[in-house]
C-alpha cells in the first residue's frame, strides 16, 4: 500500500449544527440581548422608568409593567425622541400614558375607560403604542 504525505490543518472542534461556523457566535440584527431583556433594558435609549404615580396608578388598575410593555413604551418613546417629542402621552388598548421622552419616564398611568371626555395639556406629541 503506497504512503501517502498529506498535510491536514489542525483544527478545533466542529459543530455538528453548522461545521463551517468559525466558532464565534454572532449576534441577530436588530434584536436585543438576552441580558438586556433579562435587566429590563429595552428600547434603543435605554430604561423605562416608571414614576411613583404611574407605579401605584398601574397597580391600582392591575396593568402589569411587562418587559414587553415597557419595551412597546421604550419604541414609541424612541419615535417621539427622533420627532423631537419632549412631553407627550402613548395610547395603547388599555391605557393612556403621559411620559417625558428626554428622561424616559412614565409620569402617570390612566386608564382609557376612566379618560372618558378629559382634556390632556401641555404635551407637545402624542404617538400610539403599537
Known sequence: MARYEVLLPRSGPVSLVDPTASGKAERAPGGPRFDEILSGRLGAGGTVQLSAKARAAM??????????????IGRAMDRL???????????DERAVYRVRVPDRVVDSVTPRAVLGDDVIT???????ID
Open 59 to 72: 397597580q391600582t388598575e392591575g396593568i402589569e409593567p411587562t418587559p414587553m410593555l415597557l419595551d412597546r
Open 81 to 91: 425622541a427622533d420627532k423631537g417629542g419632549r412631553d407627550a402621552v402613548l395610547l
Open 122 to 128: 401641555q404635551i407637545d406629541s402624542a404617538a400610539l
